[in-house]
């Protein structure tokens, strides 16, 4: 059984925090050929993009994909961001938020675990990094 990720419960509830609080939701996303979103607007891989309801419509917050509407320059377009893909969420106003690791969570380990022959692996030589936290005060 595989672990599930807290990346989109953390993104959910930065969100709604945002949102008690009157501020303007923000996230950055790096952008590769799984996300869509105006391209135009893409600088050095990435795209920043205000959530606020008054900048989207529709918007859902699932644990593989943000989905939603949003305007570019007068253009409706819908967006389709996964969750894997975004490396912060933060108030416009004050900054205050996480940041991210920038990964594939949508890829399926059991599809890529049936393609590899069955061996078993060596014990790891070092322990994992710790992940890196921000504080949200």
């Not at 320059?73 to 106003?93: D, K, M, T």
């Not at 996480?98 to 022959?117: K, W, Y």
């Amino acid at each position: 059984m595989s672990d599930v990720s807290t990346k989109p419960y953390l993104l959910r509830a930065l969100y709604e925090w945002c949102a008690d609080q009157g501020f303007t939701p923000y996230i950055s996303v790096q952008v590769d050929a799984h996300t869509l979103v105006p391209r135009q607007f893409v600088r050095d891989g990435q795209i920043v993009l205000n959530l606020g309801a008054d900048a989207v419509q529709n918007l859902h917050m699932g644990n593989d994909l943000i989905t939603c509407q949003a305007r570019f320059g007068g253009v409706a377009q819908s967006l389709s961001i996964p969750v894997g893909n975004v490396a912060a969420i933060y108030a416009r106003e004050n900054g205050q938020g996480m940041a991210f690791e920038v990964g594939d969570l949508s890829a399926a380990p059991a599809a890529a675990e049936a393609d590899a022959p069955e061996t078993p692996e060596p014990p790891p030589s070092d322990p994992p990094p710790r992940p890196h936290l921000t504080r949200v005060k």
